[in-house]
């Protein structure tokens, strides 16, 4: 039986590394995926493989930072489909810069994404699921919300945009709860995926080799599959006794902080 059978899921960032796979996965397990991104043609070539392969997906056009854009895409979503069950808060950009480089605009830039985007979506989203029942959420966060150790890798605004998912899941869990709607975090640490792609490195070996030492099991990074599998379980009723958890997949990064 497949794990999401009949679930409306909408997924941020799908036209690359964890958003894509997690439609992929969710498509495969029976969801019907409103895969949705800032980018517009990459994103309909992945619906249309998506589609190819058997699955039930839809693209939409969504800047998580603005919520004309929201409204728009949950207007459309529940119009097709009549309810939203699932909601992974995914998309997220990088920026390395610390403290003393960066300047207003870039922090202003990865909050408005990367914190602001969250939280708009849930705002966006629970009333649809309150008047549904319930549902799950799953946000995306970073290890760079919980250990200082990647502030290298992680920039400054970065790690202060991924504290702020934390914080908000964990209110929103509280918050919505007597809803049955479930809130939760995935932490992933040094995944192998576009984003780490625009940065300059060719594969998760490379990437992991510039972590030897930090997480535990080799090749000390991870790949996009394992953190689409994170959002599967927190997505399904398998955790249906789980909110406001900090899932960390992190391949033991964090054990060593
Ligand atoms: P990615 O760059 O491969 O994919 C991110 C997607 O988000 C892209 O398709 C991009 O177009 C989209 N996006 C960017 N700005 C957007 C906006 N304003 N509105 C809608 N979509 C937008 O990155 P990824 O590595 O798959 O990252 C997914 C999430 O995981 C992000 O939130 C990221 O911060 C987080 N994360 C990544 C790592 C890592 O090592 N790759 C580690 C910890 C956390």
Redesign the pocket.
């Known amino acids: 039986m497949s794990r999401l059978e009949g679930k409306v899921a909408i997924i ?8 894509l796979a997690g439609a992929k996965l969710f498509a495969n397990e029976g969801a019907k995926v409103v895969a ?4 517009g043609d990459v994103l309909d070539e992945r619906v249309k493989e998506i589609v190819a392969n058997g699955g039930e997906a839809i693209a939409y056009h ?4 603005q919520p004309d854009s929201w409204n728009e895409v949950v207007e459309k979503t529940v119009e097709k489909y009549g309810k939203i069950d699932i909601l992974v808060n ?5 920026m390395a810069k610390g403290i003393l480089e960066a300047e207003l605009d870039d922090w202003n830039k990865v909050m408005a ?2 914190s602001t ?1 969250v939280w708009l979506g849930m705002k966006t989203v629970i009333p649809h699921m309150q008047q549904n029942g319930g549902g799950s959420i799953v946000n ?5 919300a919980i250990v200082g150790g990647v502030a290298d890798a992680g920039g400054a605004a ?1 790690s202060a945009s ?1 504290g702020a998912v934390r914080a908000l899941t964990k209110h929103a869990a509280q918050w919505f709860g007597t809803d049955n709607i479930r809130v939760n975090s995935v ?10 792609e ?1 940065a300059g490195i060719h594969s998760q070996e490379e990437m992991g080799s510039n972590y030897d030492g930090k997480a535990a099991l080799k090749p000390y990074a991870g790949e ?1 599959q394992d ?1 689409a599998n994170a959002y599967l379980y927190l997505a399904s009723d398998e955790s249906k006794y789980v909110t406001g958890l900090e899932l960390v997949v992190d391949g033991g990064w964090t054990t060593n902080s």
Request: glycine share 16%; aromatic share 4%.
């Open positions: 941020t960032g799908a036209a690359s590394g964890m958003g949705t991104d800032v980018v969504l800047d998580v930072s995914n998309a997220g950009i990088h994404i990367n985007g995306t966060s970073s290890i760079a970065y991924k932490h992933p640490g040094a995944i192998f995926t576009g984003m780490v625009k996009a953190i």
